[in-house]
């Protein structure tokens, strides 16, 4: 879980453009500039932090786009992403984003100004599928971040982060692998929307909660 705590603050912090951005710039470009942009914004509004419908907005703007969500569940599903049906896949998806970009809006709270730095891009510039190379200064300490990407007709999509080497949407394989033997597809489905109705109802004030 510290895995996925730190690599959902790496993305909040690392992956915001707009959809332009990704069909016109080279992936390592694309993250380099990106970075830039979130951080500023991040500087100049720091109310958002204080702000979850800000945060949350802020992310589905920016973020989402840049994102292939339904293979990143697919991939964190694992084998059982065959054994579902389409609509079951269309539902996993939809809930794994709900999650992870609420986890988002919570990590950007951390903000502390991170000093994020990106490799050269290595390999044939016709390539399709990337690895991005990069690391993140905090607290004196240096983390170590890899982007998967694959290109798409709708431009460069992030389909994976690895921690220090460890895979963000493998982390969640186990614990989903595990729901579903003992409660199906559909169990894992509803399993993820209690998640996120639980973190829906935490980040609004609690007059609101009490009410209903």
């Given at each position: 879980?510290?895995?996925?705590?730190r690599a959902v603050?790496?993305?909040?912090?690392?992956?915001?453009?707009p959809v332009l951005?990704?069909?016109?710039?080279?992936?390592?470009?694309?993250?380099?500039?990106?970075?830039?942009?979130?951080?500023?914004?991040?500087?100049?509004?720091?109310?958002?932090?204080?702000?979850?419908?800000?945060?949350?907005?802020?992310?589905?703007?920016?973020?989402?786009?840049?994102?292939?969500?339904?293979?990143?569940?697919?991939?964190?599903?694992?084998?059982?992403?065959?054994?579902?049906?389409?609509?079951?896949?269309?539902?996993?998806?939809?809930?794994?984003?709900?999650?992870?970009?609420?986890?988002?809006?919570?990590?950007?709270?951390?903000?502390?100004?991170?000093?994020?730095?990106?490799?050269?891009?290595?390999?044939?510039?016709?390539?399709?599928?990337?690895?991005?190379?990069?690391?993140?200064?905090?607290?004196?300490?240096?983390?170590?971040?890899?982007?998967?990407?694959?290109?798409?007709?709708?431009?460069?999509?992030?389909?994976?982060?690895?921690?220090?080497?460890?895979?963000?949407?493998?982390?969640?394989?186990?614990?989903?692998?595990?729901?579903?033997?003992d409660a199906g597809?559909?169990?894992?489905?509803?399993?993820?929307?209690?998640?996120?109705?639980?973190?829906?109802?935490?980040?609004?004030?609690?007059?609101?909660?009490?009410?209903?």
């Amino acid at each position: 879980m510290e895995t996925i705590r730190r690599a959902v603050l790496v993305l909040s912090l690392a992956l915001a453009a707009p959809v332009l951005q990704a069909k016109e710039v080279a992936p390592d470009a694309l993250l380099s500039s990106v970075t830039a942009e979130v951080f500023a914004t991040l500087r100049q509004y720091r109310d958002l932090a204080e702000s979850p419908a800000k945060l949350a907005g802020l992310i589905e703007k920016k973020v989402v786009p840049i994102f292939d969500f339904s293979r990143m569940a697919q991939l964190a599903t694992a084998r059982n992403w065959r054994r579902a049906s389409l609509a079951q896949q269309d539902a996993l998806t939809a809930e794994f984003k709900t999650l992870l970009v609420r986890s988002y809006s919570t990590a950007l709270t951390a903000y502390r100004d991170q000093a994020i730095t990106y490799k050269p891009l290595r390999g044939d510039p016709r390539d399709t599928d990337v690895t991005i190379r990069s690391e993140v200064r905090q607290g004196g300490g240096v983390l170590t971040i890899d982007y998967a990407m694959v290109k798409t007709p709708e431009g460069w999509k992030v389909y994976d982060v690895k921690i220090d080497s460890v895979s963000l949407v493998t982390a969640y394989r186990e614990g989903f692998a595990a729901k579903v033997r003992d409660a199906g597809v559909e169990g894992l489905i509803r399993a993820l929307a209690e998640k996120n109705r639980e973190g829906l109802s935490s980040s609004r004030p609690a007059t609101t909660v009490a009410g209903g």
